[in-house]
Protein backbone atom coordinates (compact mmCIF):
# COMPACT_ATOMS: atom_id res chain seq x y z
CA UNK A 1 0.00 0.00 0.00
CA UNK A 2 1.31 3.63 -0.72
CA UNK A 3 -0.24 6.65 0.37
CA UNK A 4 0.74 9.86 -1.78
CA UNK A 5 -0.76 12.99 0.19
CA UNK A 6 -0.51 16.37 -2.00
CA UNK A 7 -1.99 19.67 -1.39
CA UNK A 8 0.04 21.72 1.08
CA UNK A 9 1.37 24.94 1.03
CA UNK A 10 2.11 28.38 2.18
CA UNK A 11 -1.25 29.93 3.34
CA UNK A 12 -2.35 33.44 5.28
CA UNK A 13 -3.47 33.47 8.70
CA UNK A 14 -7.47 32.55 8.24
CA UNK A 15 -6.94 31.11 5.33
CA UNK A 16 -8.09 27.39 3.74
CA UNK A 17 -6.40 24.76 2.53
CA UNK A 18 -6.81 21.11 1.10
CA UNK A 19 -5.04 18.10 1.54
CA UNK A 20 -5.20 14.78 -0.35
CA UNK A 21 -4.40 11.58 0.41
CA UNK A 22 -4.51 8.81 -2.48
CA UNK A 23 -4.00 5.06 -1.62
CA UNK A 24 -2.71 2.57 -3.86
CA UNK A 25 -1.85 -1.14 -3.57
CA UNK A 26 -3.96 -3.79 -1.96
CA UNK A 27 -6.46 -1.95 -0.31
CA UNK A 28 -9.07 -3.62 2.06
CA UNK A 29 -12.41 -2.27 2.64
CA UNK A 30 -12.48 -1.92 6.27
CA UNK A 31 -10.04 -0.05 7.26
CA UNK A 32 -9.61 3.84 8.75
CA UNK A 33 -7.27 6.96 7.80
CA UNK A 34 -5.68 9.22 9.84
CA UNK A 35 -4.13 12.95 9.61
CA UNK A 36 -1.13 13.72 11.89
CA UNK A 37 1.15 16.47 11.71
CA UNK A 38 4.71 17.68 12.87
CA UNK A 39 6.22 20.89 14.20
CA UNK A 40 9.71 22.01 13.46
CA UNK A 41 11.39 20.62 17.63
CA UNK A 42 7.91 18.98 17.99
CA UNK A 43 6.58 15.34 18.48
CA UNK A 44 4.05 14.52 16.05
CA UNK A 45 0.57 14.77 16.74
CA UNK A 46 -2.77 13.59 16.12
CA UNK A 47 -5.00 16.01 14.10
CA UNK A 48 -8.32 13.65 12.82
CA UNK A 49 -9.45 10.19 11.51
CA UNK A 50 -12.34 8.92 9.65
CA UNK A 51 -13.43 4.63 9.48
CA UNK A 52 -13.47 3.41 5.68
CA UNK A 53 -17.38 4.36 5.36
CA UNK A 54 -17.36 7.83 6.90
CA UNK A 55 -19.53 7.28 9.75
CA UNK A 56 -17.14 8.21 12.52
CA UNK A 57 -14.42 11.01 12.61
CA UNK A 58 -12.71 11.94 15.57
CA UNK A 59 -10.63 15.66 15.51
CA UNK A 60 -8.04 17.22 18.08
CA UNK A 61 -9.67 19.61 20.63
CA UNK A 62 -6.94 21.76 18.58
CA UNK A 63 -8.67 21.97 15.11
CA UNK A 64 -11.98 20.73 15.75
CA UNK A 65 -14.66 23.08 14.27
CA UNK A 66 -11.82 24.15 11.56
CA UNK A 67 -10.92 21.09 9.77
CA UNK A 68 -12.89 18.59 8.53
CA UNK A 69 -11.93 15.12 7.70
CA UNK A 70 -13.96 13.02 4.73
CA UNK A 71 -13.57 10.31 2.05
CA UNK A 72 -14.02 9.46 -1.54
CA UNK A 73 -13.81 5.53 -1.11
CA UNK A 74 -14.28 5.08 -5.16
CA UNK A 75 -10.98 7.11 -5.93
CA UNK A 76 -9.24 5.75 -2.25
CA UNK A 77 -8.78 8.99 -1.09
CA UNK A 78 -9.01 10.95 2.03
CA UNK A 79 -8.94 14.77 2.34
CA UNK A 80 -8.58 17.17 4.90
CA UNK A 81 -9.82 20.60 4.64
CA UNK A 82 -8.43 23.26 6.96
CA UNK A 83 -10.15 26.48 7.41
CA UNK A 84 -9.43 29.51 9.45
CA UNK A 85 -5.66 28.47 9.25
CA UNK A 86 -3.92 29.35 12.32
CA UNK A 87 0.18 29.81 12.15
CA UNK A 88 -0.02 27.43 14.95
CA UNK A 89 -1.04 24.73 12.52
CA UNK A 90 2.28 25.20 10.36
CA UNK A 91 3.42 21.77 9.94
CA UNK A 92 4.49 18.65 8.02
CA UNK A 93 0.94 16.98 7.54
CA UNK A 94 1.40 13.30 7.07
CA UNK A 95 -2.07 10.38 6.37
CA UNK A 96 -1.77 7.24 7.85
CA UNK A 97 -4.16 4.30 6.56
CA UNK A 98 -4.80 1.43 9.15
CA UNK A 99 -6.08 -2.13 7.94
CA UNK A 100 -6.35 -4.25 10.78
CA UNK A 101 -9.57 -2.64 11.43
CA UNK A 102 -11.50 0.18 11.00
CA UNK A 103 -11.37 1.29 14.62
CA UNK A 104 -10.23 4.72 14.76
CA UNK A 105 -7.07 5.70 16.53
CA UNK A 106 -5.61 9.17 17.70
CA UNK A 107 -1.98 6.78 18.38
CA UNK A 108 0.26 7.04 15.35
CA UNK A 109 2.09 3.66 16.39
CA UNK A 110 -1.64 1.92 15.34
CA UNK A 111 -0.90 2.81 11.99
CA UNK A 112 0.81 0.83 9.32
CA UNK A 113 0.94 2.78 6.45
CA UNK A 114 2.17 6.25 6.45
CA UNK A 115 2.59 8.92 3.27
CA UNK A 116 5.52 11.39 2.66
CA UNK A 117 4.33 14.15 4.41
CA UNK A 118 3.24 17.99 2.93
CA UNK A 119 4.48 21.18 4.12
CA UNK A 120 1.48 23.19 5.20
CA UNK A 121 2.91 26.52 6.61
CA UNK A 122 0.47 29.79 7.70
CA UNK A 123 1.62 32.94 7.92
CA UNK A 124 0.70 35.62 10.04
Known amino acids: VQLQASGGGLVQAGGSVRLSCAASGRIFSDYAMGWFRQAPGKEREFVAA????????VYADSVKGRFTISNDNAKNTVYLQMNSLKPEDTAVYYCAAKFRNSIISKFGANYEYWGQGTQVTVSS
Open 50 to 57: ITWNGDNT
